[in-house]
């Protein structure tokens, strides 16, 4: 279950992005923010859930 939160929280992050990518005048710090803040929360729980784990 937390891998697929992990790849679900960075494709909200990535989904978030896209739209920002392009000029676009609306497009606010706070919106930047949450889509960042998304994408490195999703990459971090994948890293941590993919990395090698000593067991």
């Known amino acids: 279950m937390a891998k697929l939160s992990a790849w679900l929280m960075t494709l909200i ?8 990518l392009s ?4 497009a606010t ?5 949450i889509g960042l803040s998304f994408l490195v ?7 941590r859930n993919y990395g090698s784990k000593k067991r």
Do not use: Q
């Open 13 to 20: 992050g990535v989904l978030w992005l896209l739209p920002l």
């Open 23 to 26: 000029i676009d005048i609306g």
């Open 29 to 33: 710090l706070s919106s930047w923010l």
């Open 41 to 47: 929360m999703g990459i971090g729980k994948l890293m």
